[in-house]
């Protein structure tokens, strides 16, 4: 099996000066696209590739939209934002954008409804159980 290698120093760095240039850049536009008009957009992660020329942006919606719709409207915005971008870091390329559906926090809601849940509840430390009666 091939294993992926860990991001450089270099990788994560230009991945947090995109991530940051991004997030202001979505605060400040306002996109013609109507999915993307008046909604915020979280960027929760930037994954540079190792020779810098692509990026994996990871978004969410915040305004209840569907991630994947927000995601290729993103996608079809793409050349304009990398002009944009291009101007807001300083980079020897500016790499092509590539947005992808932020999945971690759907993950995280099920597992948080599953720790909630009265028969997981029951199982946990701190939690005394009721059908014991504390003999």
Known sequence: MATSKPPTQRQLRVGEEIRHALVRLFA???FRDPVLRDISI????????R???TA???VY????????????ALN?????????????????FTPQLSFHADRSYDTASAV??????DRVARDL???PDATEDGA
């Open 76 to 92: 079809r915005a793409a050349p304009f934002l990398r002009g944009r971008l291009g101007r807001a870091v300083h980079l020897k």
């Open 42 to 49: 979280t960027v929760s992660e930037v994954r540079p590739g």
């Open 51 to 53: 020779d810098l020329k």
């Open 61 to 72: 919606p915040l305004g209840g939209r569907s991630a994947d719709e927000v995601a290729a």
């Open 125 to 127: 430390p701190g939690k």
């Open 112 to 117: 948080d409804a599953l720790l909630t849940d």
């Open 28 to 30: 400040e536009e306002n």
């Open 56 to 58: 994996k942006v990871f």
